[in-house]
C-alpha cells in the first residue's frame, strides 16, 4: 500500500497505521508499505509489515527471493512507553526543536515540552493545573499579559500521565490519518499539545474537508487543546467545542461523507481580564469601561463556561520577586509534604529535582499518576 511514482519508486502514504489495523482484523499476515510509511505500520502486533523503495523490490518479494526482511516494531508489545530506550522523540509542531534539550536539571528526560521548574512565582496556578491535570479538568486562566499563562500552558502536557501503549496507537493513528509529518515514524511518545491561533476557521479546528481529514480538536485527542486570547475566536469557533467537551467526539457531516472522529482532550483556554488587558493590575491602569468589559466577558456563552470546570485568576508577577525567587518554594514544599505518603503507596519514588530549583516536571507527573490511581480504585 503506497504511492506509485513514474520512475518505480513509492512515496509514503497518509493513513499507515489505519491501514494496518484494518489489514489485521482482515486477516492478512503481510503488508508491504513504502519504506517512511513501514515504521510506523510495523507497531501492528501479529503482521509482518515490510518496507520497500521500488516496485523491483515488491516483485521480489511477490517471487520469495531473500533479501528483504519484515521490520520489528519500535518496542515489545507488552513494554511501557515509560521504558523504551532513548530515541529521537516527536516536538509538537507548535513547539520550538530547542525544547526538551536546555531545560538542564530537573527536566523531564528527552521531555517536548518546558519544565515547571522554569516558572518562577504562580504557586496557586501551579497548584490548580496539578489538579487539573490529576482529575483531567478543562481550566480556564485569566489574567494581564505576561503572567505566564501560555507558558504553563505548554508545560502542562509534561505533567500529564504518560501515554499507554493504546493511547499512542490511537493518538498516531489519528495524526496519521491527518497526514502530518514527524521524525520519528513510530508511535508517538508524548501528548500532542494543539495551539490553533484565534483565526482559525471552523473546519481547521473541526476537521473536514474534501477528503475528509482530522482537525486541531481531533488532534488533540488524548492531550491538551489550547486556545489563547479564548474571547477573540469567533462564536461558532467556540460553540463548536460543546459536542467534543460532552462526549469526546467530533462528528463531520459533508455532503460527500460523514465520519466520527475522536476527541478527548483536555481544554486549557487563556483570556485577559479585559479588552486592554490590565483590568485589576496593580501598577497598570485600565483604559476599559464597564460596558466593554462585559461585553468582552459575554463572548464566552454560558454553556461553555460551565464545561469548563476549573476557572483561574492569575496575577502578574513582580520584576523583583521574579530576580529574588520569592515563592518558587512553595510548589517543593507541597510536594516534600505528600511524598511520605506516595512512598507508603508507592514504595520508592526518584528525586530528580535539583534542591535549588523550584519542583520539576517528573515529580509533579509522577504525584499526578499517584492520584489518578487513587481515583481508579475508588
Given at each position: 500500500m503506497g504511492e506509485l511514482a513514474l520512475d518505480g519508486t513509492l512515496r509514503p502514504v497518509r493513513g499507515a497505521l489505519s491501514m494496518a489495523l484494518h489489514a489485521q482484523e482482515q486477516g492478512f499476515e503481510r503488508c508491504v508499505f513504502p519504506l517512511d510509511s513501514a515504521k510506523e505500520a510495523a507497531v501492528v502486533d501479529g503482521l509482518q509489515v515490510y518496507g520497500v523503495t521500488h516496485l523491483a523490490q515488491v516483485l521480489d518479494l511477490m517471487h520469495g527471493h531473500p533479501g528483504i526482511n519484515p521490520l520489528s516494531p519500535d518496542q515489545p508489545p507488552d513494554q511501557p512507553l515509560d521504558q523504551l530506550p532513548n530515541q529521537p522523540l516527536d516536538l509538537p509542531p507548535d513547539l520550538p526543536a530547542e525544547l526538551g534539550k536546555e531545560h538542564g536539571p530537573g527536566s523531564v528526560p528527552g521531555s517536548a515540552y518546558p519544565d515547571f521548574a522554569q516558572v518562577r512565582g504562580q504557586a496557586q496556578a501551579r497548584r490548580a493545573l496539578e489538579v487539573a491535570a490529576a482529575g483531567g479538568h478543562n481550566v480556564l486562566m485569566t489574567g494581564p499579559p505576561g503572567a505566564g499563562k501560555t507558558f504553563m500552558a505548554k508545560?502542562?502536557?509534561?505533567?500529564?500521565?504518560?501515554?499507554?501503549?493504546?493511547e499512542a496507537i490511537e493518538t498516531t493513528r489519528i495524526w496519521s490519518v491527518a497526514g502530518i509529518p514527524r521524525k520519528e515514524q513510530g508511535l508517538m511518545r508524548f501528548r500532542p499539545f494543539r495551539a490553533p491561533h484565534h483565526t482559525a476557521s471552523i473546519v481547521s479546528l473541526t476537521g473536514g474537508g474534501a477528503h475528509a481529514r482530522?482537525?486541531?480538536?481531533?488532534?488533540?485527542?488524548?492531550?491538551?487543546?489550547?486556545l489563547d486570547e479564548l474571547p477573540e475566536f469567533s462564536t461558532a469557533a467556540l460553540e463548536v467545542l460543546r459536542q467534543p467537551l460532552e462526549d469526546g467526539t467530533i462528528r463531520i457531516s459533508r455532503a460527500g461523507y460523514k465520519v466520527d472522529y475522536p476527541a478527548r482532550f483536555m481544554?486549557?483556554?487563556?483570556?485577559?481580564?479585559?479588552?486592554c488587558g490590565f483590568y485589576g493590575h496593580p501598577s497598570r491602569d485600565c483604559v476599559c469601561v464597564p460596558y466593554q468589559i462585559r461585553r468582552y466577558e459575554n463572548k464566552i456563552s454560558g454553556p461553555l463556561r460551565d464545561r469548563i470546570d476549573i476557572h483561574l485568576m492569575v496575577k502578574a508577577v513582580d520584576v523583583e520577586d521574579l530576580i529574588a525567587g520569592v515563592g518558587v518554594q512553595v510548589g517543593a514544599q507541597s510536594g516534600s509534604r505528600s511524598q511520605s505518603g506516595s512512598r507508603s503507596r508507592s514504595g520508592s519514588r526518584s528525586q530528580s529535582c535539583p534542591g535549588h530549583l523550584p519542583e520539576c516536571s517528573e515529580a509533579i507527573r509522577r504525584r499526578v499518576e499517584q492520584a489518578r490511581l487513587i481515583q481508579q480504585e475508588r
Open positions: 508545560c502542562l502536557p509534561g505533567i500529564l500521565p504518560l501515554l499507554t501503549r493504546a482530522p482537525g486541531e480538536i481531533s488532534l488533540a485527542h488524548n492531550g491538551v487543546l489550547y481544554l486549557v483556554a487563556s483570556m485577559n481580564p479585559c479588552p
